[in-house]
């Protein structure tokens, strides 16, 4: 078993990826080379503003490219939760907003000839226990009463069989809209996208620092040193201190994942017939799918943890993999891999602008779409093309505490596990 990213393996980084040195002067510098630092890049460029896009490690080494490569309807709090927090005006806005994510994901794919297995396939969240299943019900009808939206479908215990061949789950609920890519295909044709639109993508840069200047920003990064009028942080999950009120509503956890070798054909339909994206009703969730070559993908978190042995985790995965699956007790486990999610204080994702730096960031694990058009949006706010987003009228918890996550992410770890086993 490799401990490196399987779909990184399968799809590297383009070599004729053109790669620039640090420019001097440039009118935006985006940190972070994912979803939000790439549509951020697009949008500039379409409007005309020359863009660096500065990015620690190789482009795309983030999340973007390690993810499971779902895109997925709504966000990762709760409708029911957003509606009562921000009212159903505001919460109604949000879940039209999702949707329209994940159509411009796809048709930015279209629009820039992105060969990335896109695929409506719909999601399917699996009840894990009789009660989760319960509430599905009067989910439906909130959606329909609420949102107005009716691609929703119950499928009971007994019918479950047409969908997925596992047998430990008490019934599921489908959302149609939802869809899967390959994220690595989908983050590298960003990057080709963005430079042929003329954005330059520099590697192995890493921010150390900003400081305001009366033209926009001096830049310290570990390859020398720049100015931009403008700055945008799409760091999401690897965000440091360098702008410290933003690190300090943000906190990494990690997600695991391992993909088996690829699966014979009648198995893989015996698994999932329609090749939908699941996942789970535990706090704790696995999320699960074939990919486009035909392995199981499988993938959750043992605790938030964001350094745990890739082997050890690997181990734990197959362990519950196979719960799920017994057909797959014999299927080898080819690649074992992490990466960080952004989770912000109140789970919900934020962009605006602190200290004078814009920023994108806090999807916490539900990313694939929506980093993409909140980047998009972010890169037009830049532009001077839109005033702001709808995530900047939230509120945006911050604390001074959350960068000691290492202190409080075990008892948050444990509390979830609690909820787990009573609710
Ligand atoms: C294992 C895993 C599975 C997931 N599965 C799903 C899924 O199935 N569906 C879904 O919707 N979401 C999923 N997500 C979440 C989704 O991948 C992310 O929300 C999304 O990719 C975030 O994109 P981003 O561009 O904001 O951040 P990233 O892609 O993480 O990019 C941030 C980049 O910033 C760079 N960086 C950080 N600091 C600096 C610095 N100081 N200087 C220069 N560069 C810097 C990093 O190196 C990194 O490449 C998953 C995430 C993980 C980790």
Redesign the pocket.
Known sequence: MKTTVYWTEDSPRPTDLPISPLPETIDVAV????????HAALALRKAGASVAV????TI?????????????TGLKEEMPAVCKRYGEALGRAFWEWSLASIDHVERTIAEEDIDCNFERSGHMLLAFKPSHFERFGEEVRWFHDVLGYDDLAIVSRSELRSEIGAQGYYGGLLDFRSAGLH?ARY?FGLAQAAARRGALLVEH????ALSRTRLGFRLV?SNGEMSAREVLL???????D?VKPLRQGIFPIG???IVTAPLPADLQRELSPRRR?FFDSKHFLN?FRLTPDGRMLF?GRHDLSTSLDLVKSAQKMQARMVEVFPQLAGAPVTHS??????AALDLMPHAGRVQGVHY??G?????????SLL?KEMGEVLAGRRTSTLFAQINHPRSPLTPYDQLYLPLVSAYFRLLDRIS
């Open positions: 940190i972070g080379s994912g979803y939000t630092g790439l500065l990015e620690q490690r795309g080494w983030g999340a973007s490219s390690r993810n499971g490569g779902m895109a997925l994220p983050v840069t890493s921010l150390k990064t799409a760091t999401n999950g690897y965000t440091t360098v997600s695991y994942i994206m999320y993938g891999w992490s990466g960080n999610l952004g994108a960031v999807y916490a694990g539900h990313g694939v779409a929506v980093a980047g």
